[in-house]
C-alpha cells in the first residue's frame, strides 16, 4: 500500500510541476517561484539534494538525480536518466540526451527502428555548464569542469578541463600550473 501511495504522490507532484511550477517566474525575478519549483522537484525525482535551483521552463524526466546546490538552466530539456553533482551551475536552453535512435539496420527506415538503449549522462561536481550546450548519450563531465556556450558534447571530458565547440574539445585545464 504504501508504494501505491508514494507512486500517486510522486505522479501528483510531477503533473503539478508541469502544469503549474514550469511557468512560474524565473530566479531573478523571483527567489520564492524558485523554492516552490525545487519543492515540487525534491517530491518526484529519484534523488534531489538540498538549495536546489530548477529555472522556469525546465523539463527533466523523473529518474534524474540532482545534488545539493545545483541547478537547472532557464528552457532546459533534460531526457532521461541523467546524475548531475553538487554545485552545477546550468545555463538556459541545455539539452541532455541519455538516448538516440537506432539506426543500425539498413533495410528498415530509421524511424521504425526504436530507440537505443539509454546510457546516462554523468555530471561531476562544480561544473560550470554554458548556454545552449548539448550534451550526447552516455557522456561523463568530470570534477571541476567549465563547458563554453554552445557546445556539443560527444566525448566524455576529465577533471579541471575547460572545453568548447562542436564537437566540444579541451581548451586548456583549469588546475595548469597550480599545485
Known amino acids: 500500500m504504501k508504494k501505491i501511495f508514494t507512486k500517486v504522490k510522486r505522479s501528483f507532484f510531477r503533473r503539478l510541476y508541469f502544469k503549474v511550477g514550469i511557468k512560474l517566474p524565473s530566479s531573478v525575478q523571483s527567489p520564492r517561484a524558485q523554492k516552490i519549483r525545487g519543492w515540487m522537484t525534491s517530491k518526484f525525482v529519484e534523488k534531489c539534494g538540498s538549495n536546489i535551483n530548477i529555472e522556469r521552463g525546465a523539463k ?11 541547478g537547472i538552466g532557464v528552457n532546459c ?9 553538487n554545485d552545477v551551475m546550468m545555463g538556459p536552453e541545455c539539452i541532455l540526451y541519455s538516448y538516440s535512435h537506432a539506426h543500425d539496420r539498413l533495410d528498415i527506415p ?11 549522462i554523468h555530471i561531476g561536481d562544480d561544473v560550470w555548464i554554458g548556454a545552449r550546450v548539448i550534451m550526447l548519450p552516455g557522456v561523463k563531465i568530470g570534477n571541476h569542469v567549465i563547458i563554453g556556450a554552445g557546445s556539443i558534447v560527444t ?8 572545453v568548447g565547440g562542436s564537437p566540444a574539445k579541451i581548451i586548456r585545464m583549469r588546475n595548469e600550473g597550480r599545485p
Open 77 to 85: 530539456y533534460i531526457s532521461g536518466r541523467t546524475y548531475i553533482g
Open 110 to 120: 530509421m524511424s521504425e527502428q526504436g530507440f537505443e538503449e539509454e546510457t546516462p
Open 60 to 70: 527533466f524526466n523523473p529518474t534524474i538525480h540532482i545534488g545539493n546546490n545545483s
Open 155 to 162: 566525448k566524455d571530458i576529465p577533471d579541471y578541463a575547460i
